[in-house]
């Protein structure tokens, strides 16, 4: 496990590692789905699963969570993580729309939004009882991260960064 580092101005807050785990949608329902980026190559999906993660019930602090520190963990063994250069593709996409859609974003509570390009595939679990924003630039700096740091030369295939409250977490 290797704590992620935010750059973009942003203070390094203490993060608690956490277990990781990989989290599989079940019985997914596409709830609206439209493509972001420069050339609109990657797909975004709004999702409900079957297997929803129980709300946490966590005290309802600020629901803007981006800057919020988060732990990064690879998925072990190593063996079918993405090509790291298509998650850059998604990367890239996120900070596109970042410049020119807004930095922001909002997630309901207990939804998923899911991306994905080629062999990369990313999303967002909001865990809280509460809706959340997030910045599209902490996302694609997670996604860049995890891609180039958790592949199989790290005995890896992919990972997550979850914050210390996890009331959400970023695969």
């Known amino acids: 496990m290797q704590p992620f ?11 608690v590692a956490v277990k990781a785990s990989s989290f ?3 019985d997914k329902t596409v709830i609206s789905s439209y493509f972001i980026g420069e050339n609109s190559d990657v797909k975004v999906d709004t999702v409900a699963c079957s297997n929803t993660i ?5 005290e309802r ?4 969570v981006c800057a919020d520190t988060c732990t990064t963990n690879c998925f072990t063994p190593s063996g079918g993580g993405p090509n790291p250069y298509d ?3 998604i990367s890239d996409a996120l900070l596109y729309d970042s410049q020119n859609v807004g930095a922001l974003f909002n997630i309901s509570s207990g939804s998923t939004i899911y991306m994905q390009y080629s062999t990369c595939e990313t999303f967002y ?9 997030y910045c599209r630039t902490d996302w694609a700096n997670i996604v860049e991260y995890v891609a180039f740091n958790c592949q199989s030369t790290q005995n890896a295939h992919g990972g997550n960064c979850v914050p210390a409250s996890q009331a959400w977490f970023i695969q």
């Open 5 to 15: 580092l935010h750059f973009a101005f942003i203070t390094a807050l203490a993060a």
């Open 24 to 26: 599989t949608c079940e």
């Open 54 to 58: 129980e709300k946490r019930d966590v």
């Open 61 to 64: 602090r600020q629901t803007n």
């Open 87 to 89: 998650c850059q593709v």
């Open 125 to 133: 679990v909001n865990q809280a009882s509460y809706s959340e924003t």
